[in-house]
């Protein structure tokens, strides 16, 4: 399991074929679940939130779906201070939530995880989201 956090244009050098631009965001996760499958022999699944556009940063989840099953995949809303609900400002803002997960393991090991994003602006406005 992993928590994950990036520009989903950060993948550069996993572009499809003839794509002399900015790479396909899908395509980049494909490739990278492809060959962590390969490698691993796993099942490899990414859960995202998706506030923001294709290029724009996304907080979620990467993990091994032969190892572990994940219910409850959600926003949490209460870690963006410009939201007032878990319905239509998630994203308020332009802040990013947390994403909830319960990950249940075949041992019968349960995981509460959350995922985060920090503002790393150095304006005020940044400052203040990371109180």
């Not at 899908?26 to 490899?44: D, I, P």
């Not at 091994?64 to 219910?71: D, E, I, M, Q």
């Not at 998630?90 to 349960?110: E, H, S």
């Amino acid at each position: 399991m992993a928590g994950l956090c990036h520009g989903l244009n950060e993948y550069r050098p996993l572009r499809p074929p003839g794509n002399s631009g900015h790479p396909d965001a899908e395509f980049s996760l494909n490739a990278l679940r492809s060959e962590l499958n390969r490698l691993t022999g796993g099942s490899w699944q990414v859960d995202l939130q998706a506030c923001g556009g294709t290029s724009d940063q996304h907080v979620g989840f990467l993990w091994n779906g032969s190892r572990v099953a994940w219910l409850q995949l959600t926003d949490a809303w209460e870690l963006n201070g410009a939201a007032t609900g878990p319905t239509g400002s998630a994203c308020a803002g332009n802040l990013r939530p947390g994403r909830y997960a319960l990950a249940k393991t075949p041992i019968g090991v349960d995981f509460h995880l959350l995922s985060v994003h920090f503002d790393s602006g150095t304006e005020g406005r940044d400052d203040e989201h990371r109180r």
